[in-house]
């Protein structure tokens, strides 16, 4: 499952997710091609975790992104590239699907 790849986002079952990082937005913290772990459900989510979200103006988007405030029901949400902007500053508020829990690949 890679996480800009909005044909999976309507699929999303069970507890753990395997997930690709596609693209700069996460760098320095996570990057191109590295495999995440993402968790649905558990402890709510808080500021600072890496979460998998959706945004509600593109629903077919779903991004790895940080969790910066809880905003209108959902999650402002930011890359910590701050040179890309495709986050809640471009898309607004998100909805979070799960929390990254690790990288496992490289």
Not at 51 to 71: C, M
């Given at each position: 499952?890679?996480?800009?790849?909005?044909?999976?986002?309507?699929?999303?079952?069970?507890?753990?997710?395997?997930?690709?990082?596609?693209?700069?937005?996460?760098?320095?913290?996570?990057?191109?091609?590295?495999?995440?772990?993402?968790r649905r459900g558990g402890?709510?989510?808080?500021?600072?975790?890496?979460?998998?979200?959706?945004?509600?103006?593109?629903?077919?988007?779903?991004?790895?992104?940080?969790?910066?405030?809880?905003?209108?029901?959902?999650?402002?949400?930011r890359g910590d590239n701050?040179?890309?902007?495709?986050?809640?500053?471009?898309?607004?508020v998100a909805d979070v699907?799960?929390?990254?829990?690790?990288?496992?690949?490289?």
């Amino acid at each position: 499952m890679r996480a800009d790849d909005g044909d999976f986002a309507p699929r999303l079952r069970g507890l753990l997710l395997p997930v690709l990082v596609t693209g700069p937005s996460m760098s320095p913290t996570l990057r191109h091609g590295d495999a995440v772990l993402v968790r649905r459900g558990g402890r709510p989510v808080r500021p600072g975790d890496v979460v998998l979200a959706v945004f509600r103006t593109r629903p077919e988007l779903l991004v790895v992104k940080r969790a910066v405030r809880a905003q209108d029901g959902g999650w402002w949400v930011r890359g910590d590239n701050d040179l890309v902007t495709d986050d809640s500053r471009t898309y607004g508020v998100a909805d979070v699907q799960g929390r990254v829990l690790l990288r496992y690949w490289p």
